[in-house]
T-cell receptor, first 112, second 112 residues
């Protein structure tokens, strides 16, 4: 069964600090992986970082890496801001016309 | 204007009532989805549609039905609402070129 597991479930960090969120997946055949940000009570929004094969992609203060051998991805947030407080969801796409597979998300709280 | 809209945004209803949640999109995407989100469970797929004539069940379709009235419209119905259908419901589209999913603002449904 295709699955996406994220860790930690929740994380609290001080404003200005960096953090890394983890995603492990068992999706086959693998196509690509994206990270989404979901503010409380709102729909998820793509961070516009798509990774496939083994690579690293960045969008501003967000950097995502993918290791296809270990089937792991990480999202690194640098110089965190209060507005980064949200849930971050790892989403994997399988090849072919199949629905996306969602992780349950990591709830990040950035405090002053 | 929002690319994916949902109506109503909030709804409180009673057990046994029939409820329809509506979704419209202006992104021109063929693929549309309905998800529900519960605390701690992440997003779960209810139904999805690749075009007007193609409707598919997701992992939790029991108790729900859908109608794809046009490329831009995808409705979700609860024939006889029950309290465990209380959740946040999201409609989404998916780009065939970038594989990005675009979510609506959500409908918060409470079944008493």
């Amino acid at each position: 069964k295709n699955q996406v597991e994220q860790s930690p479930q929740s994380l609290i960090i001080l404003e200005g600090k960096n953090c890394t969120l983890q995603c492990n997946y068992t999706v086959s055949p693998f196509s690509n992986l994206r990270w989404y940000k979901q503010d409380t009570g709102r729909g998820p929004v793509s961070l516009k970082i798509m990774t496939f094969s083994e690579n690293t992609k960045s969008n501003g203060r967000y950097t995502a890496t993918l290791d296809a051998d270990t089937k792991q991805s990480s999202l690194h947030i640098t110089a965190s801001q209060l507005s980064d407080s949200a849930s971050y969801i790892c989403v994997v796409s399988a090849a072919g016309n199949t629905p996306l597979v969602f992780g349950k998300g990591t709830r990040l709280s950035v405090i002053a | 204007d929002a690319d994916v809209t949902q109506t109503p945004r909030n709804r409180i209803t009673k057990t046994g009532k029939r409820i329809m949640l509506e979704c419209s999109q202006t992104k021109g995407h063929d693929r549309m989805y309905w998800y529900r989100q519960d605390p701690g469970l992440g997003l779960r797929l209810i139904y999805y549609s690749f075009d007007v004539k193609d409707i598919n069940k997701g992992e939790i379709s029991d108790g729900y039905s859908v109608s794809r009235q046009a490329q831009a419209k995808f409705s979700l119905s609860l024939e006889s609402a029950i309290p465990n259908q209380t959740a946040l419901y999201f409609c989404a589209t998916r780009s065939g070129s970038t594989d990005t999913q675009y979510f609506g603002p959500g409908t918060r449904l409470t079944v008493l």
